[in-house]
């Protein structure tokens, strides 16, 4: 397993414009979890796949965030029209359900600043 | 009120000593608990997970659950300056998702 991987690792855009993460997550995980972070924040759920299946979305999360998980496979995360108060690291995490402990493998994020 | 809590620190203890972390959490459904550590700029990783009341041992670190209490803490044996270093505390309930503390920052001073 090479861990999981997200892309791009910063992205810097102006304020109105739309961006898209993506991350892949370790094979054959089926769990995958995206999380914003804030300077001396914890991850703040946002979203939650098992398999293609989005089963989670925060009630935090406004409608110009989407994500997707069209294969089971990668995940995207879009954030429309952003905003500064968008400005943060965005973690994905995945992890195999049934296993002992359920652990989460976070990627290394990606850096948001929006200007 | 948050989900998870936690005291933000800084926690200052020598090396040698035992570190100790707490954790509060509002949700009395959640049925796992979590603790990760996470270095400047890096993302977090998992130390250890504890599912049912009591200790849980591995090696240098303990974690203890009271679900009466709502309480979760996280023991340090012979801290090192290596474990400088913010520590979450996390609960789920059903694994669809989780809520972090803010965490604790933790120096250990040589």
């Known amino acids: 397993d090479t861990g999981v991987s997200q892309d791009p690792r910063h992205k810097i855009t102006k304020r109105g414009q739309n961006v898209t993460f993506r991350c892949d997550p370790i094979s054959e995980h089926n769990r995958l979890y995206w999380y914003r972070q804030t300077l001396g924040q914890g991850p703040e759920f946002l979203t939650y796949f098992q398999n293609e299946a989005q089963l989670e979305k925060s009630r935090l999360l406004s409608d110009r965030f989407s994500a997707e998980r069209p294969k089971g496979s990668f995940s995207t995360l879009e954030i429309q029209r952003t905003e500064q108060g968008d400005s943060a690291m965005y973690l994905c995490a995945s992890s195999s359900s049934g296993t002992a402990q359920e652990t989460q493998y976070f990627g290394p994020g990606t850096r948001l600043l929006v200007l | ?110």
């Open chain 2, 1 to 110: 009120q948050k989900e998870v809590e936690q005291n933000s620190g800084p926690l200052s203890v020598p090396e040698g000593a035992i570190a100790s972390l707490n954790c509060t959490y509002s949700d009395r459904g959640s049925q796992s608990f979590f603790w990760y550590r996470q270095y400047s700029g890096k993302s977090p990783e998992l130390i250890m997970s504890i599912y049912s009341n009591g200790d849980k041992e591995d090696g240098r670190f303990t974690a203890q659950l009271n679900k009466a209490s709502q309480y979760v803490s996280l023991l340090i044996r012979d801290s090192q300056p290596s474990d400088s270093a913010t520590y979450l505390c996390a609960a789920s309930y059903n694994f669809n998702k989780f809520y972090f503390g803010s965490g604790t920052k933790l120096n250990v001073k040589p």
